[in-house]
C-alpha cells in the first residue's frame, strides 16, 4: 500500500497553473518534513518545495521561488503545491514524500533535503506546452 497519493497533475501551457496535492495518512502528516520533488523525462529527481507541518516553515529550490507555493491543509492531512508559471522543462513526474524516523527538513550547501529515510506516493504526471 502506498503511504502517500498525488493528485492534481495535468497537461497546460507554458505560463499556465496547477496545484497538486499530497494526502498522507495522519501519522505520517503531523510534524513531519513534507516535499514536493520533480523529475523530467531522462534526468535525476530534484528536490521543488518542502513543508514542516509542526510549524509550517516552508523551503523552497531557487528555481521556483515566488512562482510555486507549498501550503497545509491540517483538517484533511494534505500538503499543497501551488504552481505558477510553468514551463516547459518543468514538464515531468511530481512526486511526495514525508519523512521517515528523524522527521525533519534539513537544508545542505543552500539545498534543501528530507532528513534521512523517507516514503514516498506514486507521483502524479505534469506536462508543459510551449
Known amino acids: 500500500q502506498v503511504p502517500l497519493v498525488e493528485s492534481g497533475g495535468g497537461s497546460v501551457q507554458a505560463g499556465g497553473s496547477l496545484r497538486l496535492s499530497c494526502a498522507a495518512p495522519?501519522?505520517?502528516?503531523?510534524?513531519?518534513?513534507v516535499g514536493w520533488f520533480h523529475q523530467a523525462p531522462g534526468k535525476e529527481r530534484e528536490a521543488v518545495a518542502a513543508?514542516?507541518?509542526?510549524?509550517?516553515?516552508?523551503y523552497y529550490a531557487d528555481f521556483v521561488k515566488g512562482r510555486f507555493t507549498i501550503s497545509q491543509d491540517n483538517a484533511k492531512n494534505t500538503v499543497y503545491l501551488q504552481m505558477n508559471n510553468l514551463q516547459p522543462e518543468e514538464t515531468g513526474m511530481y512526486s511526495c514524500?514525508?519523512?521517515?524516523?528523524?522527521?525533519?527538513?534539513?537544508?545542505?550547501?543552500?539545498?534543501?533535503?528530507?532528513?534521512?529515510?523517507?516514503?514516498w506516493g506514486l507521483g502524479t504526471q505534469v506536462t508543459v506546452s510551449s
Open positions: 495522519e501519522h505520517m502528516y503531523t510534524s513531519n518534513c
Open positions: 514524500a514525508a519523512g521517515g524516523q528523524l522527521r525533519l527538513c534539513t537544508v545542505i550547501g543552500g539545498r534543501w533535503l528530507i532528513a534521512g529515510t523517507a516514503s
Open positions: 513543508i514542516y507541518t509542526g510549524r509550517g516553515r516552508t
